[in-house]
Structure formats: structure tokens, C-alpha cells
């Protein structure tokens, strides 16, 4: 799910020119870079952009920097005045060198299928109300329950400027893109309907009237018992499963014709050896005889050998 990344050397090593990350993002020949290191070292069937769900808010203005040690950091938006600062206006200029990266890559990634991406909206609003990262998010589900018409306003705010980038990202070459909705798991139900559901419906549909064919995959991290809901209202191709989830579980719930994407535990992967290799089997065979495209069930991590990665890929493909 996150092919590049701090676990490849060649990476690091252009981290490390870029300076800073925001650089490595909207700088193209970087970001192609480091896009296709990956698809060079294993042949992977498919290469994702390598950008950040957060450069969305970034390029709708509002302050985005990343320190070592501590992740993004953002001046927090929790007032109708911030949600009012957000400049539409900046959009086209801000992400145009990230769709240079992707008209670049089109001609790149050879027979590997082209994927395009964005953070949910939801997952998108958790950084910019928080203001940082969180593990339970109380200002954003306290903003959400206190003040559902500044929060909705934020929602729909977002979920139209992720149509209009992941439609950017789809005329300049992506075949397929996918939403990231890391933090899903953390709502109520009714809160996960309005918030997570209902704006990855629209952004689905938009994308079906506006390039059809193209397939969109939904990741709701952790939807638990909502997952087969969120398929159904969404409509959605593909369905990115977590590694909390039950495949057979999801497999059940999930409508035959819709791609289940998933779900190794990176830390799995990090491990190796017969650990992974036993779980790896476990998963192919849940998932066969239905669409089914195997992936991690989070980012992979930082310390993952490459040989492992070698390795995983060796075996799905023996199957």
C-alpha cells in the first residue's frame, strides 16, 4: 500500500536530497523517482504516486510542515473563519507539478498499472482539526458531535476538491485510483454514515460520471462490522481490507464482483521467514476463486529488509 518508502535504500538517499518532504512531493523528477525504485526492485504488478494525502490541505493553503521525530504539523482549522481561509482558488496551481509527476510516470511504469490517490475526506479533516497527528482524535470526534454544520462544511468542502484531484490525477494518466481513509475506524456509526460513507459515495459516483471504466478502490481502515455497508453505498470496484479483518469475513459481506485488496500485517512482512510465509498462504487462500489483489493491511515499515519484500512477491506470484 505504500510501495515506496524509508525501507529502500535508494530511497533514503533522495529523501535525503530533496530536503524537505513537501520538495520530494511537488518536486517531479524526485517523485518519479522515487515512484518506480520499487517497480525496478520487484516488478510489482502496479506503481502508486508517491505523494501525500495531506498535500490536498496544503495546497488549498493551509500551513503544512513536517519535522523529524513528530510527523505533519498544520495550523488547525477549527473555526468557521479557517474553514473560510481555504482558498479553492490555489487547487490548480498548487497540485499542477504532482500531476507533471503523474503524466511523467504514465510513460515510465511500462505494463504496471498506474494508481493515483487522496486521504478521505474524513481522514484528511483529522489532520487539519487536530493540527497534528493523534491516536484517537478527540478534537475532530468532539467537533464532529459539538458542531456538526461547521464540521459538515469541512466535509463537503474537501470531498468536492478530492473530485477535482483525483479527476486531475486520472486525466493526466492514473488508470485507477484509491481513497485513503486511515482514521475511519475511530467513528460512531452514525458518525462513520455521515462522514466516511456519504462523501466517499459522492466522490465515487462523481468519478463514474466523469471518467467511466476507471476503477476507484475505498480504504476505511478499521470499518469493522461496516465494511459491507460502505461497498454497497459507495459502489465502489476495489476494497482495501485492513489486518484486523476477517477475509472470510470480508469475503461474505463483500459483493462477488467487488475487488477485496489485502491484508498482510506489515509487521508479517517485517518478520519474514515462515511466520510470512504461513500467513501469506492463509490469505491466498481465502481469497481464491474471487478478485482479489494482494497487499499489505497498512503502510509497510521503515525497518522491512528489501529480501523480504523479494520474497513475498516470489511466492504470490508461484500461486
Not at 29 to 34: I, T
Not at 170 to 198: C, H, K, N, Q, T
Not at 273 to 302: S, W, Y
Request: include cysteine.
Amino acid at each position: 500500500m505504500r510501495q515506496a518508502g524509508r525501507y529502500l535504500p535508494e530511497y533514503r538517499e533522495v529523501r535525503a536530497r530533496a530536503g524537505s518532504f513537501i520538495n520530494l512531493c511537488t518536486t517531479p523528477a524526485l517523485a518519479m523517482e522515487v515512484t518506480l525504485q520499487p517497480l525496478r526492485r520487484f516488478g510489482f504488478d502496479a506503481a502508486i504516486l508517491f505523494s501525500d494525502i495531506l498535500m490536498l490541505p496544503w495546497a488549498l493553503g493551509q500551513e503544512l510542515r513536517y519535522e523529524e521525530g513528530e510527523g505533519p504539523l498544520l495550523a488547525a482549522v477549527r473555526d468557521a473563519a479557517a474553514v473560510r481561509a481555504l482558498d479553492v482558488a490555489r487547487l490548480p496551481g498548487a497540485i499542477a507539478p504532482i500531476l507533471e509527476t503523474v503524466r511523467g510516470l504514465r510513460t515510465e511504469v511500462g505494463d504496471a498499472t498506474l494508481l493515483g490517490f487522496a486521504g478521505g475526506p474524513f481522514t484528511v479533516a483529522c489532520y487539519m482539526v487536530e493540527g497534528r497527528g493523534s491516536k484517537d482524535w478527540e478534537q475532530v470526534r468532539r467537533l464532529a458531535w459539538s458542531d456538526p454544520a461547521l464540521f459538515g462544511g469541512l466535509i463537503d468542502l474537501l470531498t468536492e476538491q478530492t473530485i477535482v484531484y483525483l479527476s486531475a490525477q486520472i486525466d493526466a494518466g492514473a488508470e485507477a485510483v484509491m481513497l485513503f481513509d486511515s482514521w475511519a475506524g475511530v467513528l460512531a456509526p452514525s458518525l462513520f454514515r455521515a462522514y466516511v460513507i456519504e462523501p466517499s459515495a459522492r466522490i465515487a459516483a462523481a468519478i463514474r460520471a466523469r471518467h467511466p471504466g476507471v476503477p476507484v478502490i475505498g480504504f476505511p481502515r478499521q470499518a469493522g462490522t461496516m465494511l459491507g455497508e460502505f461497498v454497497r453505498v459507495t459502489g465502489i470496484q476495489g476494497i482495501g481490507a485492513d489486518t484486523s479483518a476477517d477475509l472470510t469475513v470480508v469475503a461474505r459481506d463483500v459483493p462477488a464482483a467487488v475487488a477485496i485488496q489485502g491484508n498482510l500485517d506489515p509487521q508479517a512482512l517485517a518478520a519474514g521467514g515462515q511466520a510470512m510465509a504461513h500467513e501469506t498462504d492463509a490469505i491466498l487462500a481465502a481469497m481464491r476463486g474471487r478478485p482479489f489483489i494482494f497487499n499489505l493491511g497498512h503502510g509497510i515499515v521503515p525497518d522491512t529488509p528489501p529480501a523480504h519484500v523479494a520474497a513475498l512477491v516470489s511466492q504470490v506470484r508461484a500461486v
